[in-house]
């Protein structure tokens, strides 16, 4: 995993990034995509008319603990399938 790159969905507007939250919960889990195409189909599919409002950015498997504590996610939600869409969700320890 740390050797890897992943795609991420960034808010323009305000800098978030896109999130899983699970009953109601404040954080969430940080979504990721292993493609840069998974992530706008992601967009394209669930979320056609605000897309345009989000970038995706790719960063290396390393920095994921640190985006994740910096912005106080649970975990990751990893998509495998971005049209169901299926997401493997792992916790932080």
């Known amino acids: 995993m740390f050797s890897e790159i992943y795609y991420l969905v960034r808010s323009k507007t305000d800098g978030r990034y896109l999130a899983a939250k699970i009953n109601s919960d404040r954080t969430g ?3 990721l995509f ?3 195409f998974d ?5 394209n ?3 056609t008319e605000v ?3 989000f970038a ?3 960063v290396p498997g390393s920095q994921i ?5 910096r912005w106080d996610f649970n975990g990751v939600g990893v998509v495998s399938d971005p ?8 916790q932080k320890d």
């Open 29 to 31: 889990y940080l979504l």
């Open 51 to 53: 897309a345009n409002r």
């Open 34 to 36: 292993r493609e840069h």
């Open 56 to 58: 995706v950015e790719s």
């Open 39 to 43: 992530a706008l189909t992601y967009l």
């Open 45 to 47: 599919t669930h979320a």
């Open 83 to 90: 049209l169901l869409p299926k997401i493997e969700f792992l």
């Open 65 to 69: 603990g640190n985006l994740l504590k």
